[in-house]
């Protein structure tokens, strides 16, 4: 691979024991989870080895723990491989991934995305609680059937719609949690393989969030996000962006946008990226090429 994207997992890729391999055998891990914990308040590498699961997939949590496993592999890759690192000339990440993302970019500093991530986290689980929402995802059937199934089953003011567009045949639905359940058995009707409950606390990616916004652009105007050294591909709008007031800006609009993930990776692959690189924990996205292209060379780092 000549031309590498660089990729960062979002939420829903947490498991417990994530990053206990890198920062056990790396010691530019192990920096990376000892200045996380110290600015968090809290023992991350305790959190992220040993769980409890359900305060791990809490978002105040899940987000920084991503962020922090996500920028550690990235770090050692750069000491280990540097050639891989050398390639990379996008980069993107899912929803909070994002901001991964950004970072590795060099438009955020490691300690202040950390401290920014658990700021998003925070407004995020904050919007979570004032309602009953969650997210699912639907395989098996195409943005256009999932968008009238939605509107379907919705009644009065209850928000149902596409939240992350993430390949064919796997698209996350995001809403009120009774709308939800209204959309499983008839998605399943429609001819949908199956209907998947996120381990997400709401409605992301919806107006349901909207009362994070204002917070999150607090937070975002405090830090000081620089234009960054590689294009960073905007789940928003699918395009390259590098100017730091464009970043900022894109930031605060995605927690309510829907993620465009499958039209980034189909532009990035336009504009002459030949290969992917996963970093950070799980495989989620390598999943989600597969199923864009099955061509693309893709490979992984992180644990």
Known sequence: MNSVGILFPGQGAQSVGMGRSLHDTYPTAKRCFDEASEILGYDLAELCFDGPEEKLNATEFSQPALFVVGIAAAEVLREEHPDRV???????????????AVCFAGGLSFADGVRLVQRRGQAMQSAADAVQSGMSSVLGLDLESIDQLCQQVR????????????????IAVSG????????????????????IPLSVAGAFHTSLMQSAVEKLQA??????????????????????HQSAAEIRDLLSQQVIGSVRWEDSIRQMLKDGVDGFEEL??????RGTLKRINRKIPTDGFGG
């Open 219 to 240: 937070a975002l105007q405090e830090m000081p996000i620089t234009d960054t050294r590689l294009p960073v591909y905007s789940n928003v709008d699918a395009s390259p």
């Open 280 to 285: 950070g924990t799980g495989r989620v996205l």
């Open 176 to 195: 009120h949690l009774t709308a939800l359940e209204r959309l499983g058995p008839v998605a399943l009707e429609a001819g949908a393989i199956k209907v």
């Open 155 to 170: 009644e009065g003011d209850e928000v149902l719609q596409p939240a992350n567009l993430l390949c064919p045949g796997n």
């Open 86 to 100: 050398a390639a990379a000339k996008a980069t993107a990440g899912l929803s909070l991934g994002e901001y991964t």
